[in-house]
């Protein structure tokens, strides 16, 4: 595509977008001047789908009429609600069905997933990490590494990307899974990092990992919903992701969980048991001696959090109308490559202002990550005044997402224009 910086180029392509009629799915905020944003902060909490509020609703409808029947009557019953999610949430990764369950919150499911596939031994214990990943999963196996009587100093390998480089280069990391060998006990890497926006070769570390004889996982925070996926396939291990971000399901909503369905026969694959994990058939037996569901949803404990799930449900909706991933896919690039178009007409040396996400797209999401070495805040001030919602990141960074679900073409350029308003000031 041939991009340029006017608002006809920008009014053509949304005219020509078959996408283009879902964002009046979305709740857009406000500006300053009254105006809708051009919201750019998907990467952080995705907007509010407009069948949220009756989805919720619904619900509670449905308590109100129903009390505790609600687990067990009407169009959606509570005890079961999380397995209608499952298809949907698998096609948002790649999965099947019965290799996705949809509970809890990021953080703790991967926790949850660290407790079956870190065991470390005396021997292999080690965890390969992106360097700079996202500070709970630095947390979370720190602490992981500790709850095993290890130090986490020297369980945990962080890969940096080679000096004078910003992202990480797939041989390295190949080259760094050899080397480590039947020491390693895990590979846990973002699919997609959240400062820099690269998108690792998630196939190519699951096939490095698994020749060396570790598990592979990964955070999908940032790539489930924004690029497609193909963990089944790709043979990856386990996976979670949140889904307040390009899944839009709200602050805090609800998170998914994959477990490839070779592990789905191992029930005494060792795993921190609840309830609602137990074999459903026989769960209100209320009797002693776990037997797992097969499946992801084995790993459940509690009963499903049905309102938060109500959100993901409307929001998968919106996005299963839209075709699901692979057509957002397209007008993703091509947003992007715009956004990527404008910043580099600006023409300002990278001693100033330098894109540290991928210029591949296959790299890449719908982030660009602006690394901004002198005035940064200025800047990223001036573009929140101009109606230009993006996140800024510790020390320097100013992330954009543009969204396919709801940006539009306009959005970018507006945002386009803020920026070169700023460097002709
Ligand atoms: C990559 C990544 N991992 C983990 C988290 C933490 O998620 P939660 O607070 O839902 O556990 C986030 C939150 O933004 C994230 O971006």
């Known amino acids: 595509m041939t991009y340029d910086a006017s608002s006809a180029f920008a009014a053509a392509q949304d005219a020509a977008d078959p996408l283009a009629r879902f964002r009046a799915e979305f709740h857009v905020p406000l500006g300053p001047d009254g105006r809708p944003v051009a919201y750019f902060c998907g990467n952080s909490l995705g907007l509010l789908p407009r069948g949220a509020r009756a989805a919720v609703e619904a619900e509670f409808v449905a308590w109100e009429t129903k009390g505790v029947e609600g687990h067990f009557r009407g169009e959606r019953p509570w005890t079961t609600y999380q397995d209608e999610l499952a298809a949907p949430a698998a096609r948002v990764v790649g999965a099947h069905a019965a290799e996705v369950v949809i509970m809890n919150t990021l953080t703790v499911n991967l926790h949850l997933l660290l407790v079956s596939f870190y065991q470390p031994t005396a021997t292999r214990y080690k965890v390969l990490m992106e360097g700079g990943a996202f500070p709970s999963d630095q947390y979370a196996l720190e602490s992981q590494a500790r709850l095993h009587g290890l130090d986490p100093a020297e369980a945990i390998v962080e890969m940096l990307p080679r000096p004078g480089e910003h992202t990480l280069r797939t041989e390295d990391i190949e080259a760094k899974i050899a080397e480590l060998g039947a020491s390693l006990a895990t590979v846990i890497f973002g699919g997609l990092n959240y400062y820099t926006g690269q998108v690792y070769d998630m196939a190519a570390i699951t096939r490095a990992g698994h020749a060396v004889g570790?598990?592979?996982?990964?955070?999908?925070?940032?790539?489930?919903?924004?690029?497609?996926?193909?963990?089944?396939?790709?043979?990856?291990?386990?996976?979670?992701?949140?889904?307040?971000?390009?899944?839009?399901?709200?602050?805090?909503?609800?998170?998914?969980?994959?477990?490839?369905?070779?592990?789905?026969?191992?029930?005494?694959?060792?795993?921190?048991?609840?309830?609602?994990?137990?074999?459903?058939?026989?769960?209100?037996?209320?009797?002693?001696?776990?037997?797992?569901?097969?499946?992801?949803?084995?790993?459940?404990?509690?009963?499903?959090?049905?309102?938060?799930?109500?959100?993901?449900?409307?929001?998968?909706?919106?996005?299963?109308?839209?075709?699901?991933?692979?057509?957002?896919?397209?007008?993703?690039?091509?947003?992007?490559?715009?956004?990527?178009?404008?910043?580099?007409?600006?023409?300002?040396?990278?001693?100033?202002?330098?894109?540290?996400?991928?210029?591949?797209?296959?790299?890449?999401?719908?982030?660009?990550?602006?690394?901004?070495?002198?005035?940064?805040?200025?800047?990223?001030?001036?573009?929140?005044?101009?109606?230009?919602?993006?996140?800024?990141?510790?020390?320097?960074?100013?992330?954009?997402?543009?969204?396919?679900?709801?940006?539009?073409?306009?959005?970018?350029?507006?945002?386009?224009?803020?920026?070169?308003?700023?460097?002709?000031?």
């Open 214 to 425: 570790a598990t592979v996982g990964f955070d999908l925070a940032h790539a489930a919903g924004n690029v497609p996926l193909s963990l089944h396939e790709w043979g990856v291990d386990y996976a979670c992701w949140c889904t307040y971000k390009y899944l839009n399901s709200g602050p805090g909503g609800t998170s998914g969980v994959f477990i490839h369905e070779r592990f789905h026969k191992r029930p005494d694959l060792l795993r921190l048991a609840g309830w609602w994990g137990h074999d459903p058939a026989a769960r209100f037996e209320m009797k002693k001696g776990f037997r797992p569901t097969p499946g992801a949803a084995g790993w459940q404990l509690s009963c499903g959090q049905v309102l938060p799930m109500a959100v993901h449900r409307a929001s998968l909706d919106v996005l299963e109308a839209a075709g699901g991933l692979l057509p957002l896919r397209a007008k993703s690039e091509q947003l992007t490559g715009y956004l990527e178009f404008l910043i580099r007409q600006l023409g300002r040396p990278t001693s100033e202002l330098e894109i540290i996400t991928p210029a591949d797209p296959t790299q890449r999401g719908c982030q660009l990550s602006l690394l901004v070495h002198q005035r940064g805040r200025a800047l990223f001030e001036h573009l929140a005044a101009a109606g230009i919602v993006g996140d800024w990141r510790e020390p320097n960074v100013i992330r954009l997402a543009p969204v396919p679900l709801y940006n539009s073409f306009e959005d970018v350029r507006r945002a386009g224009a803020a920026l070169a308003g700023f460097y002709d000031s």
